[in-house]
């Protein structure tokens, strides 16, 4: 089936740049998305298509993706950017469905 | 504004049933697909079903088919949730959330802000 593999955890100081990685054997093929989920909130999405920027998304979030890795880049990262942030794409072969990375927690301090 | 609201969660016992519902407003609902996605505590999301535009098509994740429906009822602007048999690791907040397209899965940029189901004895 299909699996898209994220670290754990990222940890940064105020103001560094946090890149979280989405490695996934499928994703050269298909668009990665990426959701920020804070504390008791619902997900936002805050790149799609690999990296585009949804009105509304500070610049400071970036997207790429190159061969089986998809990355997400915060530059400068913010003290309110600490969340939990999952990869996502989907997998339409025979029976279609979402899939999501297992998630990593930004730590911003 | 463009808005889903989720609602129909609680507590019920392994084995019960429950059923959820998601009111859409602020978009033409019959126009979008429509997905349910959870969260177990301590875990990371979990993809669950989506429908497509006029309910033609439905897909599910491994976890739960054969064992959760999930239905709309564009006349009312309502997608819904029918969840049997339930199981502890059924436990999560779930999210309705609006795909970009009519028919998915493709991705999701509208979501609820979650109805908690617990199953437990």
């Known amino acids: 089936s299909y699996e898209l593999t994220q670290p754990p955890s990222v940890s940064v100081s105020p103001g560094q740049t946090a890149r979280i990685t989405c490695s996934g054997d499928?994703?050269?093929?298909?668009?990665a998305y990426w959701y920020q989920q804070k504390s008791g909130q619902a997900p936002v999405l805050v790149i799609y298509?690999?990296?585009k920027r949804p009105s509304g998304i500070p610049e400071r979030f970036s997207g790429s993706s190159s061969g089986t890795m998809a990355t997400l880049t915060i530059t400068g990262a913010q003290v309110e950017d600490e969340a939990d942030y999952f990869c996502?794409?989907?997998?339409?072969?025979?029976?279609?469905?979402?899939?999501f990375g297992g998630g990593t927690k930004l730590t911003v301090l | 504004q463009v808005q889903l609201v989720d609602s129909g969660g609680g507590v019920v016992q392994p084995g019960r049933s429950l059923r959820l519902s998601c009111v859409a407003s602020?978009?033409?609902?019959?126009?979008?697909?429509l997905h349910w996605v959870r969260r177990a505590p301590g875990k990371g999301l979990e993809w669950v079903s989506v429908i497509t535009f006029d309910g033609t098509n439905k897909y599910y994740a491994d976890s739960v088919k054969g064992r959760f429906t999930i239905s709309r009822d564009n006349s009312n602007n309502t997608l819904f949730l029918q969840m049997n048999g339930l199981r502890p690791e059924d436990t999560a907040m779930y999210y309705c959330?609006?795909?970009?397209?009519?028919?998915?899965?493709?991705?999701?940029?509208?979501w609820g802000k979650g109805t908690t189901v617990t199953v437990s004895s």
């Open positions: 602020g978009f033409t609902f019959n126009s979008y697909a």
């Open positions: 996502y794409s989907t997998d339409n072969s025979g029976n279609p469905k979402g899939v």
């Open positions: 298509e690999d990296n």
């Open positions: 499928a994703l050269p093929k298909k668009y």
């Open positions: 959330a609006r795909d970009v397209r009519g028919y998915g899965p493709y991705y999701m940029d509208v």
